[in-house]
């Protein structure tokens, strides 16, 4: 069995609650901008509801290329994984 070392398991979890940190005062800043910004909108209901969306927005886009590497090659001990790229912040990888 492959044991992680505690120090890589440590900064991988404060780097994702830092993530998510930012992340929510982000999104706390914008609800206030709107807020200050849009009042006569007064009488629709928001389209998104608390966190519904904030993972998509916030984490998956950042971290989409570790998790959604496609495979180029059959199944084995090892194979090979399609390298890809993005020019607009990851919302569209090529």
């Known amino acids: 069995m492959i044991t992680i070392p505690y ?6 979890y404060f780097s994702y609650g830092l993530l998510f940190a930012f992340g929510q005062l982000h999104d706390f800043f914008r609800r206030f901008i709107d807020w200050w910004k849009a009042s006569n909108l007064q009488d629709y209901a928001p389209i998104c ?8 927005r916030r984490l998956y886009l950042r971290i989409q290329d570790c ?3 496609p495979i180029s090659s059959p199944p084995d001990a090892w194979f090979d994984v399609v390298e890809r790229v993005s020019n607009d912040n990851n919302k569209t990888l090529k």
């Open 7 to 12: 120090l890589t398991a440590l900064t991988t």
């Open 49 to 56: 509801l608390g966190l519904e969306d904030f993972y998509i």
């Open 67 to 69: 998790f959604g590497r």
